[in-house]
């Protein structure tokens, strides 16, 4: 089944384009079915291209979903064009009422700030607090998993020395829990970040349940014993060349970046990349939606 978009949505022509099957709200009328409804809070600078990669990883499954896009009105971003925010966005206020089968927060370039100086520190705690009542199960992803970690338990973030860039190893710390069903016992998945959680903070917690680590990156997934919500310190969702571009973005900068490790083949960033995640990917998102959306949701939202 497809994920249902709007007609005019950018994201559109590239995943047809990729054979993936998306269907247009007006095609999606015709259909007597109730679709999962799911909002993504998306916080990255390049909205389009975030809309377009978690869509991707949202369409490997039998399940209609229905997409509402959410962006902050406490800061308006500068990276995105204000006539696709408007065609495409709503805001809190306007969807503070309803009810979602499920919802995911992204990530964001701010984690070296403190969270209560992020300008929209304030509307994020509103936000995450509404879901509690208001969505089935929530998906954070890097810096929106670390919010929330510090939000609902008070796990402060740590500031690594270097930034952990580029492509790890994980292992599986529970076969048996369905969201990682079908994983390798190993498997690699991208991280971009200067900051993460100790697993020390993490380990006293006791509502959390840590589902997969790695030597490099740390914990990688978590999630809360009522499967309610999700922690991804990682981005399974990037395209195979997002690194290189952050690579040659931070190097245009000036800033002092090393080579995204295990990423370019043979280290030679004049190479591309391959996409060595997808299968993980793909998988994570689509044991989320079947197992803590479409089978915990009410039918009658």
Request: aromatic share 10%.
């Amino acid at each position: 089944m497809p994920i249902k978009i709007s007609d005019t949505l950018p994201a559109r022509s590239v995943l047809e384009e990729e054979n993936i099957f998306v269907m247009t709200r007006s095609l999606a009328m015709k259909q007597d079915i109730r679709a999962l409804r799911l909002v993504i809070l998306n916080l990255m600078p390049t909205k389009a291209v975030t809309e377009t990669q978690l869509l991707r990883c949202l369409s490997n499954s039998p399940l209609q979903v229905e997409i509402e896009l959410l962006q902050t009105s406490t800061y308006t971003p500068k990276n995105t064009g204000s006539d696709h925010l408007g065609a495409h966005y709503t805001v809190f206020s306007e969807i503070r009422d309803k009810k979602f089968d499920g919802m995911i927060v992204t990530g964001a370039p701010v984690e070296l700030m403190p969270f209560e100086q992020v300008a929209y520190w304030d509307e994020l705690c509103e936000i995450m607090e509404w879901s509690k009542s208001n969505v089935t199960s929530t998906f954070h992803i890097c810096w929106g998993a670390q919010a929330a970690l510090y939000y609902h338990f008070d796990i402060p973030k740590e500031t690594y020395p270097e930034k952990l860039f580029g492509v790890f190893t994980h292992n599986v710390a529970d076969p048996h829990c369905p969201l990682t069903r079908g994983f390798d016992d190993l498997f690699l998945a991208p991280h971009s970040r200067y900051t993460g959680v100790q697993a020390e903070e993490v380990a006293k917690v006791p509502e959390l349940r840590v589902l997969s680590s790695g030597e490099k990156a740390g914990i990688y997934i978590m999630m809360t014993k009522d499967e309610r919500m999700v922690f991804v310190t990682g981005h399974s969702e990037y395209d195979a060349e997002t690194l290189a571009l952050e690579y040659r973005r931070d190097l245009e900068k000036g800033v002092s970046i090393a080579l995204p490790e295990n990423y370019f083949p043979n280290d030679d960033p004049s190479k591309p990349p391959k996409k060595t995640w997808r299968s993980h990917a793909h998988l994570l998102y689509s044991n989320w939606l079947n197992y803590y959306v479409y089978q915990a949701t009410p039918y009658n939202l």
